[in-house]
């Protein structure tokens, strides 16, 4: 599985959009990027994810770069409940479950 | 549906006590699996489960044993603790059918090894 780096932290305005970034450089074409979130010690929840087209669900909106090393996980209108870690993994499709979690973001969103 | 459910959610054991941490889901989901958190890191993958009667190591296995008798319950057994494992535990499951599967996650066991 390829290697994601993250900020280890972001602050965001409540009702502003908050982009957290992923570089993901040893990609392979295979390889999804998706996103969990993990609001203090719950289990991770999951985002969203995509393979090369920018995706948008009820949550949020992904952003892959054409040469699909990096991507932006994008809330539009952060608020105070959207505060957690955020986690960047890339995941081969037939690779089962197995998530690689490396240390993610940490976004702290302020009134 | 009640999702994944962990019990129990807090435990203390001593150094040597053996213990099984208890995960059922009820999505009938094929795969299974454990993840560890320590304080301030991301979650690592024990043991996971592809169905009943198929099991297979992680990253961090040692330790740690699994079985998967049923397609509803994932128990992980912890031999001979020791304070190494204290940690947060995490149980997720998720179906291999269709096109991605997002996996579910339990609210977790807090296990203190004294």
């Known amino acids: 599985d390829a290697k994601t780096t993250q900020p280890p932290s972001m602050d965001c305005a409540e009702g502003r959009a908050a982009n957290l970034p992923c570089n993901h450089s040893?990609?392979?074409?295979?390889?999804?990027v998706y996103w969990y979130r993990q609001i203090h010690s719950q289990g991770p929840q999951y985002i969203i994810h995509?393979?090369?087209n920018n995706e948008t669900n009820e949550m949020a909106s992904l952003i892959i770069t054409e040469d699909r090393k990096s991507s932006t996980l994008i809330l539009p209108h952060a608020t105070l409940r959207d505060t957690a870690v955020y986690y960047c993994?890339?995941?081969?499709?037939?690779?089962?479950?197995?998530?690689?979690f490396g240390q993610g973001t940490e976004l702290s969103v302020k009134p | 549906n009640a999702g994944v459910t962990q019990t129990p959610k807090f435990q203390v054991l001593k150094t040597g006590q053996s213990m099984t941490l208890q995960c059922a889901q009820d999505?009938?989901?094929?795969?299974m699996s454990w993840y560890r958190q320590d304080p301030g890191m991301g979650l690592r993958l024990i043991h996971y489960?592809?169905?009943?009667?198929?099991?297979d190591q992680g990253e961090v296995p040692n330790g740690y044993n699994v079985s998967r008798s049923t397609t509803e319950d994932f128990p992980l057994r912890l031999l001979s603790a020791a304070p190494s494992q204290t940690s947060v535990y995490f149980c997720?499951?998720?179906?291999?059918?269709?096109?991605?599967?997002?996996?579910?996650f339990g609210p977790g066991t807090r296990l203190t090894v004294l």
């Open positions: 040893t990609i392979s074409g295979n390889e999804y």
């Open positions: 999505m009938n989901h094929e795969y």
């Open positions: 995509g393979l090369k």
């Open positions: 993994i890339v995941k081969g499709y037939n690779q089962g479950g197995k998530l690689i």
């Open positions: 997720a499951s998720h179906t291999i059918q269709g096109s991605y599967n997002e996996q579910f």
């Open positions: 489960s592809v169905g009943a009667g198929i099991t």
